[in-house]
């Protein structure tokens, strides 16, 4: 999957209600102050793109495995060693970004799929961003992307819901919970706002990371993959780490066309309707 490896990676910690809790890293935000209590806790890297010229330099702030191409739209490769992994289900976008003096100016998200932001679960790291990216095949986006007519209330987005499962020993479990993407704590235009304004005043501070030095160093990339947050878990999810020949299966569909029974129809027969859906589907090595 090369296609996006020109692109910004970038995640949104905290956009969905207790799924922190969940993930066991509420206490890794707690120095972290936010403007709202529903507000995102802050946003991480997950790929920094290497520029096509030197930027003085300034890449050397950015760390080397955060420039090792994490996506696959087919597979999960686990860490070596015995640590745990969980798959976080989410809505990632594609977007466009405008520059004005230098600086981060416009955010305009253009396509909108299923995503996997897959994370390992330790203790210790000094910054989120140190879960995120173990090397290749550690990320997921669907090949099928839904074209947005417009990131606000009206628009196409209005219809998707998310769901997410794990396929373990033949069975199919629900991992994540079926949920409206307005169940978003920050969606549309505050959440543009919200990224644009984070990403420029966004400082190293606890688990956070400068962004904008990020994306200088960068040689300021036009085009961002940005994950907006991982929905909560369902029980078993919550319980359940990644293991060898498991499939976590993430879809975002259009709930007016679409019944979250016919959903689970087909991932158990793994036949999806790509017309009102965007599928990963990635089986555990």
């Given amino acids: 999957m090369p296609k996006y490896e020109k692109f910004l990676g970038l995640g949104i910690a905290g956009n ?93 998200p253009t396509f909108f799929g299923a995503y996997n932001d897959c994370s390992i679960r330790v203790d210790g790291v000094k910054k989120i961003s140190d879960k995120k990216n173990w090397g290749e095949d550690t990320k997921g986006f669907s090949n099928t992307l839904i074209p947005i007519d417009k990131f606000e209330e009206g628009g196409v987005m209005d219809n998707y819901s998310i769901t997410s499962f794990l396929r373990r020993d033949g069975e199919v479990h629900a991992y994540g919970e079926d949920v409206q993407l307005s169940g978003y704590s920050y969606f549309y235009e505050k959440l543009l706002d919200w990224m644009l304004n984070q990403i420029t005043t966004q400082e190293d501070f606890g688990p956070l990371e400068a962004i904008e030095e990020y994306i200088l160093a960068c040689g300021n990339p036009k085009e961002a993959l940005i994950s907006i947050g991982a929905t909560r878990y369902t029980e078993y999810g919550e319980k359940t780490f990644l293991k060898l020949h498991d499939e976590v299966v993430v879809v975002v569909y259009n709930s007016k066309h679409l019944s979250s029974e016919a959903i689970l129809e087909c991932v158990k027969n793994s036949s999806y309707d790509t017309l009102n859906m965007s599928v990963l589907a990635q089986k555990v090595l």
Wanted: glycine share 6%; hydrophobic share 45%.
């Fill in 16 to 108: 969905f209600a207790l799924h922190l809790a969940q993930a066991g890293e509420l206490e890794y935000f707690k120095d972290i102050i936010t403007a709202e209590e529903a507000a995102p806790k802050g946003i991480f890297p997950f790929f920094l793109p290497k520029p096509n010229f030197p930027v003085d330099g300034l890449f050397l702030h950015a760390k080397d495995i955060l420039s090792t191409y994490p996506l696959s739209s087919a597979i999960i490769r686990l860490p070596k060693g015995d640590l745990n992994v969980q798959a976080e289900p989410e809505v990632g976008l594609i977007c466009d970004l405008e520059y004005t003096a230098g600086k981060l100016s416009k955010i305009t």
